[in-house]
Structure formats: structure tokens, C-alpha cells
């Protein structure tokens, strides 16, 4: 599992441009699902026929990752930018990113920092190591997009890396698909497009298919780190059965028949309500004439950062979780 991981965490992908990730996907699912499609918003969906008479079920979790968008380049070479996604300014602060043709570029400040409160994007410049504009465009033009560096390490059970948000959400949707688990169901992976920037690929994605239920697989935060926000969900303690998050109250059915494929199987789990941030069943619950929807979460420390940190056994009880979920 953590190969797939890894294979996914490193392959650049930011929103609107994960046709990378989805090759990857597609490379690693094939001749395990019986059809593989893509819709006009880039979003992949992967499609395990049932026997007709069982329900329409889609997994979602987002391919695209966030990152920078060139926007200006000054005579000297520097780079300006705007953010692909929610971006910390403290975060990305003094970080290394990757253009698509393997472009690094190093983010750093026009000032001195005296107050980190006052720290905006905005006074920010990329140095990709361009002496003047001309050099500077002969690598990056306007308009592309970075992702930020940052290798993948297993420690102590763990995994640490950037993008986990959301590959690692990808890489259990192709764990089950892997799996293959034997339903009357008919199973739609749905790899979306453009979470970051506003859960815009799940929507239409859910419309081409309108399933009679739907998950996003996606990460939350967790409430186990020195002088965080209370919250009940902890590393290592199970995935997270979505209660509610900025985008959506999970369907209580849903929430319901996950708690219950829990307890069948043994698997540990814990609820989760997340204070900030959405995910992609915000916006598939309100798609067509409306969608039960709800969510399994992998908790993950420093989301939004290059060292995002979760624990493998939550990754692998998620997917058995999912497992006797779609069953
Ligand atoms: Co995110
Ligand atoms: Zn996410």
C-alpha cells in the first residue's frame, strides 16, 4: 500500500491539471474495474458493474493538489503568484516548488518580517534561479502552476509527505478497487478534479452518474497535537466516519450504515466533526434532485502542508471499512 501512496503523493497534480494523477490511477486500477471513463472536467471515473440488481454507490476522492499559479515575472526573474487552494502564508514560506517540466523554485519575501501576523502572499516572490525575465521565461511561463516539494517517508508506522490531501484518499479507492469486493452493488471510483478550489469536479461527476448514495474519502484534521483546536479525532485511532464538516451534514442513513459496517467487522472508527474545511460531498449532496452523501476521513496532522502526517493502520482499516460498507 504505501508504494501506491508513495506513486500518487509524487506525481504533480495541482487543480485542473491532474491528468497526471489520473494516468497513474488508470495504470494501477486497469483490468480490475470493467469500465474507465473521464468527463469534460477532467474528473476519472472507474466503474465495478454490479449484477442489476443492487444500488448505485460513488467513492470520491480528489486528485488535484494544492500549489502556486505564476501570475507576473519581473525583469530579474523573480516570480509572483497566487495561491491554487487554501495556503497558509507562515507555511509556505521559505518551501521549495515544482513546476510540471521539473522547474524548482524556492518562495521567499521582499521585507524583513517583523510581525508574522502581517505575512501576506502577495509580498511573496518564486526564485527559480533566472538571472533576468527572458531566462525566467524560457522555464516557467504565466499562467503555470507549481506544486510544493516534499518527499514520502514511512517512520514508526506512519506516513509523512506532501499531497496526502487527498492521495491518500485516491489510494484507498484503488486499494478497494484492487480488493474487489464481491457486491450486487454497482461501485462508481470517482476521482474528482479541482477540490481544492471549491469542490467543482464532484459536482458534475455526481450529475453524469447520480448515484443513490456517495462518499467522499478525503482527510481531516486531528484534535492530538500540542495546543491544537478540541476535536475528537485522533492518529492511529480508525478512520473517521463524517458527522459534518463546513460543507455538508453528513445523511444520517449513511453515517448510520457506516457505523454499522464498523461494529460488524470489528473495524475501529471514530466520529468526526470538522471545524474548517469541506470536501467533495458538499457539493455532490446537493447535485440533481439530491444525493444522500457522507464521508470516511483518514486523520492527518498538518494538512495543507509539505509534511502531511497520517497513520498507515487508519489507512488500511478505511479500506476495509469501505470494503463492508459497499457491500
Ligand atoms: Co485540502
Ligand atoms: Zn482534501
Known sequence: MFDIIKKLAQTYGPSGNEKKVADAIIEMVKGKVDEIRTDPLGN?????KGNG???KIMLAAHM?????IV????DKGFLRFSNIGGLPP???LGQRVVFENGTIGVIWYEEDIDDMKNVRIDKMYIDISAGSAQEAEKLVKIGDMAVFAGDTVKQSGRVISKALDDRIGCAVLVQLALNAPKTDNEIYYV?????????????????GIIPDMALAIDVCCTGDTPGCKHMAVRLGEGPAIKIKDRS???HPEVKDRLIDAAKKNNIPYQMEIMLRGGTDAGSIHITAGGIPSGGVSIPARYVHNTAETVDIKDVENAVKLLESFVK
Do not use: N
Open 44 to 48: 476519472l471515473i472507474c466503474v465495478k
Open 53 to 55: 440488481s443492487g444500488k
Open 64 to 68: 488535484d493538489e494544492i500549489g502556486v
Open 71 to 74: 501570475s507576473y515575472i519581473d
Open 90 to 92: 507562515l507555511v509556505i
Open 191 to 207: 476521482f474528482t478534479t479541482q477540490e481544492e478550489v471549491g469542490l467543482r469536479g464532484a459536482r458534475t461527476a455526481a450529475f
Open 248 to 250: 455538508v451534514i453528513a
